[in-house]
């Protein structure tokens, strides 16, 4: 039988464990006034909502990521149920979406095609927060 001070040792270590991959990729604060998705992926996706669209930065652990001038992306808006598909154009620096009328509660999805078959993900919960 396990001592307890063995015991709490291990429950320690095991809650600890279960942690590291939470900060594998890091919480990044965003760099652009947006709001930083969840990703899925090493690459982060900094979501900048503005009038009639939005634009999504990227950034590899807190340096912004190289965005070739062939990259292109999808987005995708999940609303009671529904999905639409937008495309996401390369700007230089950033990908923008134009014409993407969101409102609380929406799901927003992206994916990020890079060269070499390499591509990105990430997802965003709208809150009222987001649309100020």
């Known amino acids: 039988m396990m001592r307890p001070t063995r ?3 291990c429950g320690l270590a095991l809650s ?3 942690l590291l991959p939470a900060f594998g990729h890091g919480s990044w604060p965003p760099e652009h006034g947006g709001t930083m998705g969840d990703a899925l992926d090493e690459i982060s996706h900094e979501y900048v909502f503005d009038k009639g669209g939005l634009r999504v930065y990227l950034s ?3 340096s912004p990521a190289e965005l070739p001038g062939d990259a292109t992306g999808k987005l ?3 609303r009671g149920g529904k999905t639409q598909e937008f495309g996401l154009k390369n ?3 950033y990908l923008q979406a134009k014409s ?3 409102q609380p509660g929406d799901l927003i999805e ?3 095609d890079f060269t070499k078959r390499r591509h990105s993900n990430s997802q965003l919960k709208i809150g009222a927060e987001h649309l100020r």
Do not use: K, Q
Request: proline content about 0%; charged content about 20%; hydrophobic content about 50%.
């Open 16 to 18: 600890l464990a279960a």
């Open 100 to 102: 993407v009328a969101l």
């Open 60 to 62: 590899d652990h807190g």
């Open 110 to 112: 992206s994916r990020v």
């Open 76 to 78: 995708w808006r999940t």
């Open 7 to 9: 015991r709490l040792a």
């Open 91 to 93: 700007a230089g620096g």
